[in-house]
């Protein structure tokens, strides 16, 4: 069962059910959530008169709550979530039964479930799932797969390798396709993928599998002529060597996060600030570092025993014999 409730208040806003064995991941889209709007003139009036009403209307409100959250497929009545802006978000949920799901949580027809036919333990919704349906999973099968489209509403099966794909590569021809979505191998033979993360700027894509760590350069925020390098890998990591590793590295769920620096403050910054309030180069100097730092994402690791910070930089345009030429980026450990 998947359950989903609001933060400070604890308080249930759906609870559905799309997988029969255990759920190995979840994914937000976008991600972080849009933060909570002010509460409406609305709902600030219904809830004074329900607390002006007593106990008894409480428990009324209680009661009609409870009954909403066991809604489930098998159950008619649907639970309403306010379309406000922190609550506008798609959900996707990957299992060991080899479906991902994806649903919005405003709109209880935009759902879509994909059975890819193995077990997938990852998935990753694009930041702009909404407009660009794309989405990346992977599981014991080995295939990092980017699969785009699939219309909203629909049970669907996975287009690689399999009949489905020749029907539908069939029947598109002929003019007589549907929007089933279509699935792409991006990366493969590297053993079970364990864990997929999407970069917070949506630029760049992270994934383990057995043999280490993969970083490709996303579909986003691309000029038209650098189109050519969307879905390049950038960079290897190459996981510890050793017995345990031989034996546990398809096992151990590898945890990946992008750091948001915005929200981080350290001691360094504070000095440079301090300066900066009587120097004007000092303060010049801190806002081109600045504008370079926005330019490098951060990713911390922790995967088995290890942990790695890793700096990812943006692609350059060459010089000399490769004047013109556009690189993909590149990956470096700072702290391991």
């Known amino acids: 069962m998947q359950h989903v409730i609001s933060l400070p208040s604890l308080k249930s806003l759906r609870v559905y059910h799309a997988h029969g064995a255990s759920i190995t991941s979840i994914s937000i889209s976008p991600y972080p959530p849009p933060r909570p709007s002010a509460v409406p003139d609305a709902v600030s009036r219904v ?52 479906k991902v799901c994806i649903a919005s949580l405003v709109d209880v027809k935009d759902n879509h479930l994909r059975d890819f036919a193995r077990p997938v333990q990852a998935v990753a919704l694009s930041p702009d799932y909404k407009n660009d349906r794309t989405y990346i999973s992977g599981g014991r099968a080995g295939n990092l797969v980017l699969t785009v489209g699939g219309r909203a509403g629909t049970s669907t099966s996975t287009t690689v390798g399999t009949a489905a794909a020749t029907a539908t590569g069939w029947l598109g021809s002929m003019g007589l396709g549907t929007n089933a979505g279509k699935d792409t191998i991006l990366h493969s033979g590297e053993g079970t993928i364990s864990t997929i993360k999407w970069s917070l700027s949506g630029k ?26 969307a ?21 151990w769920k590898a945890r990946v996060e992008w750091i948001d620096e915005k929200t981080l403050e350290t001691d360094e910054d504070d000095k440079v600030r301090e300066a900066s309030t009587s120097s004007p ?4 100097l801190k806002e081109q570092a600045t504008k370079s730092n926005q330019r490098i994402e951060k990713l911390l690791v922790g995967w088995g025993g290890t942990i790695w910070m890793i700096n990812v930089h943006p692609g350059t345009t060459g010089v000399g014999r490769h004047v013109g030429e556009r690189t993909v980026g590149t990956a470096e450990i700072i702290k391991m």
């Open 47 to 98: 809830t004074s008169q329900a607390l002006s009403e007593g106990p008894q209307t409480s428990r009324r409100t209680v009661s009609i709550a409870s009954e909403a959250s066991t809604n489930s497929p098998r159950n008619p009545r649907i639970q309403t979530v306010p379309n406000t802006t922190s609550n506008a978000i798609y959900i996707a949920t990957s299992s060991l039964d080899g």
């Open 281 to 284: 180069a000092t303060s010049k």
């Open 231 to 251: 879905w390049k890998r950038l960079g290897h990591i190459s996981r510890p060597d050793g017995d345990d590793w031989d034996d546990m590295a398809g096992v």
């Open 204 to 229: 760049y894509v992270a994934w383990i599998n057995e043999h280490g760590i993969k970083i490709m350069r996303s579909h986003m925020h691309l000029e038209s002529a650098d189109s050519e390098i």
